[in-house]
């Protein structure tokens, strides 16, 4: 192996711990304790597998949780009454609500209702918009592209001046990390399904971030020799030698990508334990804003 690893488990794990000793002094201080409103409707198993392990998280740092639990056929009245009462408690210092959401419901509508000094995961269309024009700050970058950046910069990869490319444009992944990279001064490539000769693109990169969701699909001749390879895919594959039967893997093919990158993170262990803890520094931060120190 040539590659360094990334080591996403111990870096989400250092990020706990700094905002569970801020939690901490801010405790100390007298101040409201930050707290996670999360929405869910229905029950697809990941959604709520994502949903136990943020308030899971949130109870381990000192933090608070609610959880909203609407029935998968909640209207989308319901649904925004849900995110309106919690806009209005204030107790309640972030919101997410948990995506995909059922198809009758209008994804678009709910997540500009949230109040975006609480839209810890920083979908709302005002975030977004800010993180897409120059000179202007998200009040929160969402979670797993900005655990990807968080990563890079970690490990010392020089974003700078970087020839980036970004595989998936989707609103919560790709495109955002793309937007995080071009504020960063990296020259970036967005690439998606209809993209020409992906190899050839990929193998100019010095950064490249991978969130197609397409098991392993990047090998190791896709790969510039150093380049810094985020794999951001959590795919499922039989495996009989596993007592649950399946094991992830990521978008990247490991075995052969990490014998020419510079870096690489692995799934599991990579990017993914990122996502949570970047959401609980982001409530923290709602916390700190709605009741400065
Ligand atoms: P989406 O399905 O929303 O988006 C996939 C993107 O990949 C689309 O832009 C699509 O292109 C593109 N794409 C799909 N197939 C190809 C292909 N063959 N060649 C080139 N581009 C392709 O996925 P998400 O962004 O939500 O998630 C991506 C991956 O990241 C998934 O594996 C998901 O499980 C994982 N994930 C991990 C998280 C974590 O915490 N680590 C959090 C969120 C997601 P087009 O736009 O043209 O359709």
């Known amino acids: 192996m040539t590659a360094q690893l990334i080591d996403g488990k111990a870096i989400a794990q250092q990020v706990r711990e700094e905002v569970a000793a801020e939690v901490g002094r801010r405790a100390a201080a007298g101040k409201r304790q930050p707290v996670l409103a999360t929405v869910l409707v229905g029950d697809r198993p990941d959604s709520v597998s994502y949903v136990t392990s943020k308030g899971k998280a949130c109870q381990e740092l000192g933090m608070g949780s609610v959880s909203r639990h609407l029935p998968g056929d909640a209207t989308q009245a319901d649904l925004e009454a849900a995110v309106r009462a919690l806009n209005a408690d204030p107790a309640v210092s972030g919101i997410l609500v948990q995506l995909?959401?059922?198809?009758?419901?209008?994804?678009?509508?709910?997540?500009?209702?949230i109040n975006i000094e609480k839209d810890v995961d920083g979908f709302s269309p005002v975030n977004i918009g800010r993180l897409a024009q120059k000179g202007r700050e998200p009040l929160f970058v969402p979670c797993t592209p900005y655990g990807c950046i968080y990563?890079?910069?970690?490990?010392?990869?020089?974003?700078?001046?970087?020839?980036?490319?970004?595989?998936?444009?989707?609103?919560?992944?790709?495109?955002?990390?793309?937007?995080?990279?071009?504020?960063?001064?990296?020259?970036?490539?967005?690439?998606?399904?209809?993209?020409?000769?992906?190899?050839?693109?990929?193998?100019?990169?010095?950064?490249l971030v991978a969130a197609i969701g397409r098991t392993e699909m990047v090998r190791g001749d896709w790969i510039k020799p150093g380049a810094a390879v985020i794999d951001v895919g959590i795919n499922s594959v039989p495996d009989a030698t596993r007592k649950s039967g399946h094991r992830l893997v990521g978008d990247v093919n490991f075995d052969e990508a990490k014998e020419v990158a510079g870096w690489i993170t692995p799934v599991p262990g990579g990017v993914g334990p990122m996502t949570i803890a970047m959401l609980m520094r982001n409530t923290l931060r709602a916390a700190q804003m709605q009741d400065p120190a």
């Open 151 to 207: 990563l890079l910069e970690q490990v010392g990869v020089k974003i700078e001046g970087a020839n980036a490319v970004v595989l998936g444009r989707s609103n919560i992944v790709g495109m955002p990390a793309a937007l995080l990279l071009i504020g960063r001064n990296a020259t970036v490539t967005v690439c998606h399904s209809r993209t020409r000769d992906l190899p050839a693109v990929c193998r100019q990169a010095d950064i």
């Open 100 to 113: 995909p959401l059922p198809a009758h419901l209008d994804e678009e509508r709910v997540l500009s209702l």
